[in-house]
């Protein structure tokens, strides 16, 4: 049986100079592990995490490893793959420098460098498109016509193009309208299934989480307090900041039981 891809982080400390946002951090994603979600308060070092794990903020202490090596110091060639097999969004991922770019040439750009990283079964562009729920006419659209929530949608088709392994998800839908987002929680959670793309997203939207994720773990005082069902952690309020968001959100915990 050959080996799945893993994303495995032991022990991470650490954050910012005299910040240890995160104090012993575990977590380990495989590719076609059921999709996770990551919640808790601001401030309390989700995009630090998320940093780790790209490999682009180093912990004091503990290691990110993806198959073995360390995301923080991969040679080249692993590095190219590891961007290729291990996409991260966030709310802020999509910038664009060229007024003539259509969504069609932003694809084809993204689904060439999955070429380059080893990613040769790219996914078709209208697949991608309807995953994000938009339809095939965006594809001739000047991505400086679209909204904002229109290019955060582009922005996840361009995650999803190389087929990943792995998808990180930081705060992905925000500009998008919630009606667009539940529509698209249902087809993205279709495709990453058929894919065999673990899936790990990060996010304030409790709603979105408990729509797409089967497990979540609750961030606080710098590590996972609480894990399970999106219900049983927000019912259980075993930490106190579990407690606050539940009391803040009484009907959303009654929904998620």
Same mark, same amino acid.
Request: net charge positive.
């Given at each position: 049986?050959?080996?799945?891809?893993?994303?495995?982080?032991?022990?991470?400390?650490?954050?910012?100079?005299?910040?240890?946002?995160?104090?012993?951090?575990?977590?380990?994603?495989?590719?076609?592990?059921?999709?996770?979600?990551?919640?808790?308060?601001?401030?309390?070092?989700?995009?630090?995490?998320?940093?780790?794990?790209?490999?682009?903020?180093?912990?004091?202490?503990?290691?990110?490893?993806?198959?073995?090596?360390?995301?923080?110091?991969?040679?080249?060639?692993?590095?190219?793959?590891?961007?290729?097999?291990?996409?991260?969004?966030?709310?802020?991922?999509?910038?664009?420098?060229?007024?003539?770019?259509?969504?069609?040439?932003?694809?084809?750009?993204?689904?060439?460098?999955?070429?380059?990283?080893?990613?040769?079964?790219?996914?078709?562009?209208?697949?991608?498109?309807?995953?994000?729920?938009?339809?095939?006419?965006?594809?001739?659209?000047?991505?400086?016509?679209?909204?904002?929530?229109?290019?955060? #949608?582009? !922005?996840? $088709?361009?995650? %999803? &193009? *190389?087929?990943?392994?792995? /998808?990180?998800?930081?705060?992905? =839908?925000?500009?998008?309208?919630?009606?667009? #987002?539940? !529509?698209? $929680?249902?087809? %993205? &959670? *279709?495709?990453?299934?058929? /894919?065999?793309?673990?899936?790990? =997203?990060?996010?304030?939207?409790?709603?979105?989480?408990?729509?797409?994720?089967?497990?979540?773990?609750?961030?606080?005082?710098?590590?996972?307090?609480?894990?399970?069902?999106?219900?049983?952690?927000?019912?259980?309020?075993?930490?106190?900041?579990?407690?606050?968001?539940?009391?803040?959100?009484?009907?959303?915990?009654?929904?998620?039981?």
């Amino acid at each position: 049986m050959t080996a799945r891809s893993t994303l495995l982080a032991r022990d991470l400390w650490g954050g910012y100079p005299g910040n240890e946002v995160l104090r012993g951090v575990n977590l380990t994603v495989t590719a076609g592990d059921a999709p996770v979600g990551i919640v808790g308060p601001s401030g309390m070092g989700k995009t630090t995490l998320v940093r780790f794990l790209r490999g682009t903020l180093r912990p004091s202490r503990g290691t990110v490893t993806y198959n073995g090596r360390n995301t923080a110091k991969m040679p080249r060639r692993d590095a190219k793959a590891f961007k290729a097999e291990v996409r991260f969004m966030s709310q802020d991922s999509l910038t664009i420098t060229d007024p003539q770019l259509t969504v069609t040439r932003y694809l084809k750009s993204a689904l060439a460098e999955a070429r380059k990283g080893g990613r040769t079964h790219a996914t078709p562009i209208e697949e991608l498109l309807d995953a994000v729920a938009l339809e095939e006419r965006y594809a001739k659209r000047n991505m400086l016509t679209l909204s904002g929530g229109e290019r955060q #949608r582009v !922005a996840l $088709a361009v995650a %999803l &193009a *190389t087929r990943p392994e792995i /998808l990180v998800l930081d705060e992905p =839908l925000t500009a998008v309208d919630p009606q667009a #987002r539940g !529509a698209m $929680a249902r087809r %993205l &959670a *279709t495709l990453t299934g058929r /894919l065999g793309t673990a899936l790990v =997203l990060v996010s304030h939207d409790l709603e979105l989480v408990e729509r797409m994720c089967t497990h979540v773990h609750f961030l606080a005082d710098g590590t996972f307090v609480s894990s399970g069902p999106l219900g049983e952690v927000l019912a259980k309020a075993e930490h106190e900041a579990i407690r606050e968001i539940a009391e803040a959100a009484p009907l959303a915990v009654q929904r998620f039981r």
